[in-house]
């Protein structure tokens, strides 16, 4: 096993740049540092540190080193704080992870009921892929996923998905382009401009399918991974773009856009995944009863 002390000391110098600057702040001899650090490369059987001159470089396993060492450390760092302040604080920490195909409008609606319980609630979110996200949630550094699927099969991953609801799709455009579509919708959408989310949304799968169904061909000018972008690209008009039809109101008003159509075809569904069987966390059950009432 790892000897955390001189794990430290690798740490510290990497921090400082030199044994000279680590020394000062340990108020330890650079001989005693040295001879930790030496130990430490023993165990691991690779050097961490390459002399470069008078300098230090780390090596690559010196920098993958020192990934681990910076999250040990800084978890480390968060034990002790939580313990210094558990029997004063009753403020429950929530990690949650969010599906960066989520639009931040749904994520915050569907996570501001946990925040007004009677214990305070302190939410840390994450925003990364799915898949990333899950990872975490099985290492145990994080609580609770928002996405807008169930968990891949073939990832292999143990977790429980939570169906929050789902609701349909609206179209919306800038007011400057939704004038051309004052024809019939969607026949209004051939050849029109198009902003769509990447592949990493599963609703793109379902848009695409829906537009070959009734035979429509617009003209896709943006993909985009990031939705709060895609939206403020549309904004400025450059294609018609969708979002979830239970937020559309709030995104016409605060885009300043139009809603030029909708549909229920296509369905925007939302999880919340855990480790937990059963949602019995006071918040998470918060979270679950108001997208109940508010999804359908």
């Known amino acids: 096993m790892i000897n955390f002390k001189h794990l430290h000391y690798f ?41 470069v001159g008078r300098n230090l470089k780390l090596t690559d396993t010196g920098r993958m080193v020192l990934s681990y060492a910076d999250e040990i450390f800084s978890l480390g760092s968060e034990l002790e704080q939580s313990v210094r302040t558990a029997s004063t604080d009753r403020t429950q ?11 931040k409008s749904i994520a915050y609606r569907l996570l501001a009921p946990a925040m007004t319980l009677e214990d305070p609630v302190r939410l840390i979110c994450k925003e990364n892929s799915l898949e990333d996200l899950l990872g975490a949630l099985a290492l145990h550094k994080l609580d609770l ?3 807008d699927g169930q968990i ?13 609801g789902e609701c349909g799709t609206a179209f919306m455009a800038a007011p400057t382009l939704a004038d051309n579509f004052k024809t019939a ?9 198009f902003l769509i989310p990447s592949d990493q949304s599963l609703i793109q799968i379902q848009l695409l ?17 990031d939705r709060a972008l895609m939206k403020t690209f549309g904004q400025a008009g450059a294609g018609v773009f969708i979002v979830p039809l239970a937020i559309a109101e ?18 925007e569904q939302f999880y919340a995944i855990s480790t937990d069987q059963r949602l019995s966390n006071p918040a998470f059950i918060a979270i679950n009863d108001a997208a109940k009432d508010w999804l359908e």
């Open 209 to 225: 399918q829906w537009l070959e169904k009734y035979n429509i061909h617009p003209r896709i000018t943006g993909e985009f991974d």
């Open 145 to 147: 996923i928002i996405a």
């Open 93 to 103: 920490l929530l990690r949650v992870g969010i599906a960066d195909s989520i639009p």
């Open 152 to 164: 891949p099969t073939q990832l292999g991953i143990r977790g429980f998905n939570h169906f929050l």
């Open 185 to 193: 919708f969607p026949e209004c959408l051939i050849g029109a401009p």
């Open 11 to 51: 740490w510290v110098v990497a921090k400082q740049g030199s044994i000279a600057k680590a020394s000062e702040k340990l108020h330890i001899t650079p001989q005693t540092i040295s001879g930790q650090i030496q130990l430490l490369e023993d165990q691991i059987g690779k050097a961490l540190f390459a002399k």
């Open 250 to 267: 709030e995104v016409a008003e605060q885009f300043k856009v139009e809603i030029i159509g909708s549909t229920e075809e296509i369905r």
